[in-house]
């Protein structure tokens, strides 16, 4: 989990789009640093004297994004780094009782269920809920996988095993009488798990402008992405939070399996005690009417009664390891044999 944190923010901060166009830029315009003020976990040169907003968005100790909009002196152009509306993604079946579409909160915040997109994918449908309000008449002009931004983040991150796709959508709109252009910039990564599996969108920055500026916007955009860089203390924080936080979810589980052992050990208990007193009772009848075969069957009624639920707390108390013991066997059904003088298996119920 810690080396998953690692990659992300490494490759949110660090990976340069093009370095041609991000030094053309820089000859044209004069850039200040600057430092991402609520947790001071990045800095990045933006265009001086334009208008900055910045922060870091934490939906837990260890679970943060990091973002950055910078609107020029007319207003008329707005560069971003990152969104913190973008959930978790986690693939349908992986949870067989959510269907695609549902939204899960949890300690680590929302995750909704998804299919896995593109980077390609994910700037195309993304691109219209960035636009600004009022906006109309919007077009996707062009979308393309971007190959070198993938290869530039595997070169980041030599140990990286997800997968990665990065992917632009270039769109047009028209605003208070003005034709504008806006480009966003994705990547996603894919983790599978089992029979599903996990994804996110880890970098997502992008542009506003308006129409024939997009090149100059371009290279901005470009420029303060490739200058982005994590504070090295903000990032051993967030290490040292995810271990903690790592540690006391292992604490709580490793509680919930004794407290389940215990509770299976003492349903056990009471069904052995109650199965004594009813087998009293019935050798009891025995002994006061003298007929053996209807007493025998009213004890055998009740050992079927009760053999499911004896057969469930013997095997969870011998695998504590949560329900998977019980949950293998349920649709079996189970009686009892006073030949075998145990539970045995009946096919065909």
Known sequence: MVRKLIITLAALMLIPLSVSASSGAKSAVDWTSYHEPSENAFTAEIPKGWQVQAGTARRTASVATP????TSVDGLTTIFQGDPSIPKFVLPGTYPSSPEGKSITGPGGTTVVARYQTGKEFASTYGPHMLPAG?????LLQSQDEPKLE??????NPGLTASISAGSALFSYDLHGRNEVAEIVAQSMLTPMGTGGNWGVFDIHGFQTRSGNELQA???????HTTMTVNPEWMASMMKARNAEASQFSSMLQQQNQQFTQWSRNQTQQFNQRMNVQHTQAMNTIQAIGDRGRAQAQADAQWHADAMVNHYAQMAAKDNNTYKQVLQIQGKHLEWSPDLQRNVEVPNY
Not at 135 to 139: H, I, L, Q, R
Not at 218 to 223: A, N, T
């Open 67 to 70: 973002w950055l909009r910078a």
């Open 135 to 139: 906006c109309e008449s919007v077009k």
């Open 218 to 224: 371009r290279g901005l955009v470009e420029h303060m």
């Open 151 to 156: 290869q530039l983040t595997h070169q980041k």
